[in-house]
């Protein structure tokens, strides 16, 4: 609440009346508040964008590996068909 009441002070300093004064000051820190807010719902830490990657990675990894086992099947099941039709 510092910047407020040095606000504050300054307004009703240069003639601003008190009540108008302190309105500007509470506007000025809802409008403070509701930012940062914002700002916290944004923000991620490093931690969370490394355990993100890490889940990601590891997804790659198992659809590769997945791949790998449909085509190795699907190669398996080519040669055994032509051994039995040649």
Avoid at 11 to 28: F, S
Wanted: charged share 25%; glycine share 4%.
């Amino acid at each position: 609440m510092q910047i407020e009441s040095e606000l504050y002070s300054a307004l009703v300093a240069v003639g601003v009346p008190t009540e108008k004064a302190e309105r500007v000051a509470d506007a000025l820190s809802k409008s403070i508040d509701q930012r940062y807010m914002e700002h916290a719902m944004v923000i991620i830490s490093k931690a969370e964008v490394e355990a993100l990657r890490a889940e990601i990675l590891k997804t790659l990894i198992d659809q590769t590996w997945r791949l790998a086992w449909m085509v190795l099947g699907g190669m398996v099941f080519v040669l055994t068909a032509l051994k039995f039709t040649g």
